[in-house]
């Protein structure tokens, strides 16, 4: 089956950031139907004359099992069309031409918690504690973001392509100067340069910049906050699950320390 969207060029980037975005936009409303010749039409316009059709579930609120809730890939046809999805397509004659937003890897972790967050221990403490400190970070921090991303597996992939130790995507990788996302120190190097900068960008709002570190700092800005992205929600929540966890500990260890 064909794809095809009833959207002027003009309108493509709004329709994406709808679909990134859609609350704020409420004219953004989408349709989808088969024409008489099979092929599937997204169109911002009704059908008329009895068409049967149905409305484009916005991200975040479908149960589909197989895609990605923070996730939308743009892709063109060999015409000029263009399909705006939540899923990646076998289709070689469609290209590629934009991704936003990122989910972490998805692997099965087999550390424990306790044996890897403490600062002074687990895999690269050495490494995330110097990069982290050059940055004024707290290394439990970034410890929580690489447990989450990847659970400190160096040669984790995810389903889109983010590579390594703190996930890092090709863009992002090249603008920090990462040449080997797999390789651990420059990975964390990246990963922790990225992560001071949407800090830096959000006013020091460790939500927000967990947010943009996932989704992106344009979603954040778009929506004025965390996106409305289950993935997203679940990311901030979890990194900050363990950040808030792992500190707690830490402090505790560091007062039963300093008594006699």
Not at 65 to 70: E, F, I, K, M, V
Request: positive net charge; glycine residues 10%; aromatic residues 8%.
């Amino acid at each position: 089956m064909g794809y095809r969207i009833g959207l002027s060029a003009a309108l493509i980037p709004t329709i994406v950031g709808g679909l990134l975005a859609w609350a704020p936009l409420a004219t953004a409303e989408l349709y989808t139907y088969v024409n008489a010749h099979g092929s599937r039409v997204y169109t911002d316009e009704r059908p008329l004359g009895g068409v049967p059709y149905e409305r484009v579930q916005p991200p975040g609120q479908t149960s589909n099992r197989g895609r990605s809730p923070s996730q939308i890939f743009v892709y063109q046809g060999p015409t000029g069309d263009r399909l705006v999805t939540n899923q990646r397509q076998q289709d070689t004659a469609l290209q590629l031409i934009a991704t936003y937003g990122r989910p972490t890897a998805s692997l099965r972790c087999n550390l424990r918690a306790e044996e890897v967050m403490r600062v002074g221990s687990g895999p690269y403490d050495d490494i995330i504690v110097q990069e982290a400190k050059a940055r004024s970070l707290d290394p439990l921090l970034v410890k929580s973001v690489i447990w989450v991303e990847s659970c400190f597996d160096p040669r984790a992939v995810s389903r889109v392509g983010a590579h390594g130790l703190m996930q890092l995507m090709p863009a992002t990788a090249a603008e920090l100067g990462v040449t080997d996302r797999f390789d651990p120190g420059q990975n964390i190097r990246g990963g922790v340069t990225y992560l001071a900068k949407m800090l830096a960008r959000f006013d020091q709002r460790l939500d927000l910049a967990l947010a943009a570190y996932n989704a992106g700092p344009g979603a954040v800005e778009r929506h004025g906050g965390i996106p409305p992205f289950r993935e997203t929600q679940d990311y901030v929540e979890r990194v900050n699950g363990h950040y808030r966890l792992h500190t707690a500990a830490s402090t505790r260890e560091a007062s039963g320390a300093g008594q006699p």
